[in-house]
């Protein structure tokens, strides 16, 4: 059971998903109460894991008396994350080719090309520098909670200039002390996808994509207007379709 459950897990899931998600295809279609007692997960958590599933795409809410759930195929599940992949690597090659096309344009802030840190010291400092230069708004999707700490005493400052903060924490790391940490500087929603890889958005004139290498921090950065332009509206659409703020 337990190499099924870290297995889960490496589709991104929390252990309290992998756990349920087991017992459901150990019971096929069950109630609240008897996925409960199969998975060993509480039953005041186990709505919020089925609800988390449910979302996720990982199984079927049946509208019953009481409400039923089931397990999704995994041939589905596998479809559509090759599907989710795909649209990735085709953002990326819009990207890539907007990079080349717009080789003339003003660089804002580190130079007119994509530049790629690939320390974390060094990723660590650009992003406190450019937290440092932000005038409106800073929005943080998907960073992993270890380099937080780095980055929050900037944030505050910021808060305090009366800057806009905005962060989305990855759910497989979801932390309630950090969460509520980060509340005191902006505004904070768990993301109901469990991403790889994240990014930071400052004003409409900085972008980076952050990477996680083993324990380093990776990051790409793009200073062409055009580009940011499209991917602040990207991230826009992100925030607003996430659900609940926990």
Known sequence: MDNVIDSLKKFGMTD???KTYNAL????ISTATEISKESNIPRVRVY?????????????????TPLK????????IKEKLVSTQNQ?????????????????????SLSNTSNIIITTKGAINVLVEEIKRSRKEITISYLKNKWFDSLFPYLKLAKKRGIKVKVILNENEHNIHLQRKLMTIGKVKVG????????????HSFYANLYYNNDQLQINTLGYSKCISCLKAWIRREWETIEYIK
């Open 88 to 108: 990735i690597i085709k953002a990326g090659k819009f990207i890539e080719g907007e990079l080349k096309s717009n080789t003339k344009e003003k660089e804002y």
């Open 192 to 203: 109901i996808e469990n991403l790889p890889h994240g990014n930071l958005l400052i004003d």
């Open 16 to 18: 309290y998903e992998a």
């Open 25 to 28: 295809m150990n019971l096929d």
């Open 69 to 76: 759930y089931t397990s999704l195929p995994l041939k589905n």
């Open 48 to 64: 919020d894991v089925l609800s988390s599933l449910a979302r996720k795409g990982w199984i079927k809410i049946i509208e019953d």
